[in-house]
């Protein structure tokens, strides 16, 4: 069992940056992929980020690319947001989970553990 705990959201305003982090128990995820997801209130859970079990791969959405960066620390068994150049629509609940295979899919079905999730509110 994987115990994820993401941390680091907060109130930013526009322009700004935050850095999530996704903090593992239970077990190592060292050869699990990894992926950030994101709701918004009353939309879905969508994809943001995903990274493979090596870090050799990494996966963005659209609206994530150029301005977020997805990374992971297997000693410290974490895996990493870096948020920049924050907009007002980038406010939602941020997730991190956790891919039993290693890939780091961008389909939020693929995944086997989540978190609890954390606040990212940006203000204009």
């Known amino acids: 069992q994987v115990h994820l705990v993401e941390s680091g959201g907060g109130l930013v305003q526009a322009g700004g940056s935050l850095r999530l982090s996704c903090a593992a128990s239970g077990r190592t995820i060292s050869s699990y992929g990894m992926g950030w997801f994101r709701q918004a209130p009353g939309k879905e859970r969508e994809f943001v980020a995903s990274?493979?079990?090596?870090?050799?791969?990494?996966g963005y959405a659209d609206s994530a690319k150029g301005r977020f960066t997805v990374s992971r620390d297997n000693a410290k068994n974490t895996v990493y947001l870096q948020m920049n150049s924050l907009k007002p629509e980038d406010t939602a609940v941020y997730y991190c989970?956790?891919?039993?295979?290693?890939?780091?899919?961008?389909?939020?079905?693929?995944?086997?553990?989540w978190g609890q999730g954390t606040q990212v509110t940006v203000s204009s």
């Open positions: 989970a956790a891919d039993a295979v290693g890939f780091g899919y961008r389909e939020s079905v693929r995944y086997d553990y």
């Open positions: 990274i493979s079990w090596s870090g050799g791969s990494t």
